[in-house]
């Protein structure tokens, strides 16, 4: 090399560059012995059950007999149509119900104020299982939609509501500080600091209340429903139909398995900031 040449040196990723590229690497190699294991834990689920119902343990149907029903249920439209009465109330109780649980859990931790107000209703109908609601819910709203979606909405509600408070009371308070040493005010460190910080309580919030929604789903249609998964396991206990029983009850798992799998998607694009250990 001559004198007058100067070497180049390699640009060198950074610690953050490193990191999303290891963390990327991490998540490829996960995941496909991650999706093998649950291949074959569905597929042990599945044998055993089989097991179980060809041993006539308490006349139990086998997956075939439970996809022959799902396959009528299917042909006739009735599983479609409940599924999407079923679906429209779990949306709509649960989208209604984090959209509150979120202001209000950041009111309760950023004001202490709002906290002293707000906390006692909070922890006091924490307590209240929604299902209890029922009756109050008949009487002052009536038996139409209204009763089913408010059922669902408050159980949505109080399982993110302390989420998101918990999500403002744990920020650090060095990364609060350090905002107002800059000079940012109130408003500024609260969107730019305590809404990103937050997010993962917030998500983690939100997956726990779907699963409360779908969990007070069959309870909901008990108030005068005529169509909804809830409803047709119930019309069908009443005449020991176990194959129907169970096709709704493992649409129910399905269709909330596969909400579940889009808010941990979610959570995880929003959360790639945070570090991972």
Do not use: C, H
């Not at 500024?188 to 969990?215: D, N, Y």
């Amino acid at each position: 090399m001559s004198s007058t040449e100067i070497p180049i040196k390699e640009a060198v990723p950074g610690p953050a560059a490193r990191a999303r590229g290891a963390r990327t690497l991490r998540d490829k190699r996960s995941f496909l012995p991650a999706l093998g294991l649950n291949l074959i834990a569905l597929a042990v689920g599945v044998g055993a059950w089989a097991l179980l119902a060809r041993a006539g343990v308490q006349a139990l149907p086998g997956p075939v007999a439970v996809a022959d029903r799902a396959g009528e249920l299917i042909a006739d439209g009735t599983l479609p149509v409940d599924a999407l009465a079923s679906l429209r109330r779990v949306l709509t109780g649960f989208a209604l119900g984090t959209l509150l649980a979120v202001p209000v859990g950041f009111l309760m931790g950023w004001y202490p104020v709002a906290r002293g107000l707000l906390e006692p209703y909070v922890q006091f109908f924490r307590t209240v299982p929604p299902l209890a609601l029922i009756p109050l819910a008949i009487v002052l709203l009536g038996i139409g939609e209204v009763p089913k979606v408010f059922v669902i909405f408050l159980a949505a509600f109080l399982s993110s509501v302390v989420a998101a408070f918990q999500g403002v009371v744990g920020v650090d308070r060095t990364l609060i500080d350090a905002a107002r040493v800059l000079g940012a005010r109130d408003g500024t460190v609260f969107v730019k600091v305590v809404v990103p910080a937050s997010a993962p309580f917030i998500l983690v919030g939100m997956r726990i209340g779907l699963g409360s929604a779908w969990g007070t789903l069959v309870a909901a249609e008990l108030i005068a429903a005529q169509e909804g998964l809830g409803f047709r396991m119930q019309q069908a206990q009443l005449y020991y139909d176990l194959p129907t029983i169970f096709v709704g009850l493992i649409t129910i798992g399905v269709l909330g398995l596969l909400m579940d799998r889009l808010l941990l998607l979610a959570e995880r694009r929003l959360t790639r900031w945070q570090e991972t250990r």
